[in-house]
Every structure is written in structure tokens, then in C-alpha cells.
């Protein structure tokens, strides 16, 4: 199926810890995205890589490090754990010229939970 | 910045009738305006989109209305079924900077 696929679904850690999250897609898209859900629902966008290079970095702490290893390919990497890191994390592609609503489409998200 | 948030944050409606959800948007800047719907367990999916450019867009069962004027969005859902239970969310794109800014979601319950 083409598609935004993330892993793992649910990830529960422990404050302190080191943990990652992959996207892949297989959509040819050019452009990969992070956005955090919080518990209120909103989403923000925290990083974009276009051709594995970063376009947006929306102030999110350096705990936070996104790779892109290939277009098709975004990892986000979390050091030392906090409990407000808690959230869903989706991962999306679109094309980025004529970046349009249409092509963009996103994964189905991970839960993070941190005790 | 960019700002879009929603009136409600929940709507019921029965099943069968007609439902609006409305968008509020503070940067008149914005190129484009997507409308989104996130089922529980999954990510949001695309609806339906209108250019800056344009202030009406229908698709099927759905009509998108900008009002550039008093920088209002709104979301017409005809005909509601159960399926259409979800959160809702407007989105914001300026194609300067590329970046998509969602607004707060609104819960919509269709009731049998």
C-alpha cells in the first residue's frame, strides 16, 4: 500500500530516556515532516526536510533530532525524555513544489507517553 | 504569526442533517486553506482545499466557504452519517514559508 507508514504505533519510556521514531514513505515525495499532537489536540509542526535537507526547525529543544537518511525516510530522535514530551508524533510527505493540501498525507501517528 | 483556531471545540448533530464547523483565521497572508478530518487512532486526512483566490469549493457532500473579509472558514457536511464522527481541523499554508498551521480541531458527533 503507498502510504506514511511510522513506528513503532505506541512507545511508554521512562523519564531520562533516549528514544527514536521512524517514518517512511513510499509516495515519492520530496518533502518529510514532523508535528506534535498535544493532549488538546493540536497539532504543530516541529521539523520539515526537503531532499534530506531541513527547511523548518519551529524552535523545538535539541533534545530533539530529526534524520533524514533518504527522502523517503524521516527519523526524529528524543534524548533525556521529559514528561511534557508526552504526545502523539505524526509524520507526513507532500511534494514540495506546489506544495498542496491534496498531497499531503500523514502517518497514523505514534503515541509517546513518559512516566 | 499565523493563527487558526475554531468557534466550537464540539458539535452533535443527528444523523441525516446538514453541519457546519467554522474557522477563524488571524494572518491574511495565508495562500491556501485546507480542511482536515482525524478519526480516533489515526492521522488526519485531507477533506478538501480552497485557494486565497477563491471564496467557494464543493466536493462531494462537503463545501469549504472562505470570507476573506472577516477572515472566516467554514466546513458544510450534507447529509451526515455516522462515519463523519471525527475531529476537524482548518489549516493554514502560506507559500512563503511552507508551513502548514493547524487550528484547535473541533469534535463532531453524529447522532443516530
Known amino acids: 500500500d503507498t502510504a506514511v507508514s511510522q513506528t513503532p504505533k505506541y512507545l511508554v519510556t521512562q523519564m531520562g530516556n533516549d528514544k527514536s521514531i521512524k517514518c517512511e514513505q513510499n509516495?515519492?515525495?520530496?518533502?518529510m515532516y514532523w508535528y506534535k499532537q498535544d493532549s488538546k489536540k493540536f497539532l504543530k509542526i516541529m521539523f520539515s526536510?526537503?531532499?534530506?535537507?531541513?527547511?523548518i526547525n519551529e524552535t523545538v529543544p535539541n533534545r530533539f533530532s530529526p534524520k533524514s537518511p533518504d527522502k523517503a525516510h524521516l527519523n526524529l530522535h528524543i534524548n533525556s525524555l521529559e514528561l511534557g514530551d508526552s504526545a502523539v508524533y505524526f509524520c507526513?510527505?507532500?511534494?514540495?513544489?506546489?506544495?498542496?493540501?491534496?498531497?499531503?498525507?500523514f502517518g497514523s501517528g505514534t503515541r509517546l507517553t513518559v512516566v | 504569526g499565523e493563527s487558526v483556531g475554531l468557534h466550537l471545540p464540539t458539535l452533535s448533530v443527528q444523523e441525516g442533517d446538514n453541519s457546519i464547523i467554522n474557522c477563524a483565521y488571524s494572518?491574511?497572508?495565508?495562500?491556501?486553506f485546507i480542511w482536515y478530518k482525524q478519526e480516533s487512532g489515526k492521522g488526519p486526512q485531507f477533506i478538501i482545499d480552497?485557494?486565497?483566490?477563491?471564496d467557494k469549493r464543493q466536493g462531494q457532500r462537503v463545501t469549504v466557504l472562505l470570507n476573506k473579509t472577516v477572515k472566516h472558514l467554514s466546513l458544510q457536511i450534507a447529509a451526515t452519517q455516522p462515519g463523519d464522527s471525527a475531529v476537524y481541523f482548518c489549516?493554514?499554508?502560506?507559500?512563503?514559508?511552507?508551513?502548514?498551521?493547524f487550528g484547535t480541531g473541533t469534535r463532531l458527533t453524529i447522532i443516530p
Open positions: 494572518n491574511s497572508a495565508s495562500d491556501y
Open positions: 480552497i485557494r486565497s483566490n477563491m
Open positions: 526536510y526537503n531532499n534530506k535537507e531541513l527547511i
Open positions: 509516495l515519492g515525495h520530496d518533502t
Open positions: 507526513a510527505s507532500s511534494h514540495m513544489a506546489g506544495h498542496r493540501g491534496y498531497g499531503y498525507t
Open positions: 489549516a493554514g499554508l502560506n507559500f512563503g514559508n511552507e508551513k502548514l498551521t
